[in-house]
């Protein structure tokens, strides 16, 4: 069964270093996001992506980060300076279509920021 | 006032109890998604629907559209059905998902 896969599984990091997470959603997809989880918290949208560029970004989503489709499989999400407060579980996902449509998530990235 | 909320926080049952999820939603919306999340933080996709009722396996999902509330029940639970299970739904601009702060199951044997 097709699956979104995610690299590295965990990622440690000095603050002010930046670090690219990659994700490779399923091949027929559409629509990537990326999501995070801060420990304890819910889960949060940060960004989606259709047609090699951002269709939506939340508040969070401010100019430290940015999203790529460098070739026709990878996804990544690159965090240019980390701070302490990155630290978190980052979910990438894909569907086939934009509205209505299920959502497949990567099995994410922990990202601890020191 | 969070745009979805869900009930329990938290639910301890015995083995093979009928489990009950609530989530109630306060934006208008396409379609709501249930989802698991695993101990080791994998989520996974359980159910998206739009009106009516799904089953899947011991796992079943309605939604009222008019009252804005889904609910997510488990018949014959198992130990294995521990995780996390989170309602979330999309904003209706858009597909991005606003998600609940998740109800944490935990089926003791």
């Known amino acids: 069964e097709p699956e979104v896969t995610q690299t590295p599984s965990h990622q440690v990091t000095q603050m002010g270093q930046e670090v690219i997470l990659r994700c490779v959603p399923i091949?027929?997809?559409?629509?990537f996001y990326w999501y995070r989880q801060i420990l304890g918290q819910k889960v949060e949208f940060l960004v989606s992506?259709?047609?090699?560029?951002?269709?939506?970004k939340s508040e969070i989503f401010d100019d430290q980060f940015s999203v790529e489709r460098p070739d026709g499989s990878n996804f990544t999400l690159k965090i240019r300076s980390t701070k302490l407060e990155d630290s978190a579980m980052y979910f990438c996902?894909?569907?086939?279509?934009?509205?209505?449509?299920?959502?497949?998530f990567g099995p994410g990235t922990r990202l601890t920021v020191l | 006032k969070n745009e979805v909320e869900q009930s329990p926080q938290n639910l301890t049952a015995q083995e093979g109890e009928f489990i009950t999820i609530n989530c109630s939603y306060s934006?208008?919306?396409?379609?709501l998604h249930w989802l698991q999340q695993h101990p080791g933080g994998g989520i996974v996709s359980l159910f998206m629907l739009s009106s009516g009722k799904k089953k899947h396996g011991r796992l079943i999902a309605t939604i009222n559209i008019q009252e804005k509330h889904s609910s997510l029940h488990i018949t014959a639970s198992h130990p294995r059905d521990s995780a996390v299970y989170i309602c979330a739904v999309p904003k209706t601009s858009g597909s991005r998902l606003t998600f609940g702060e998740g109800t944490q199951l935990t089926v003791n044997p």
């Open positions: 992506f259709y047609n090699n560029e951002i269709s939506e």
């Open positions: 091949s027929n997809h559409l629509y």
């Open positions: 996902a894909s569907s086939v279509q934009r509205e209505v449509s299920e959502q497949f």
């Open positions: 934006v208008g919306i396409s379609a």
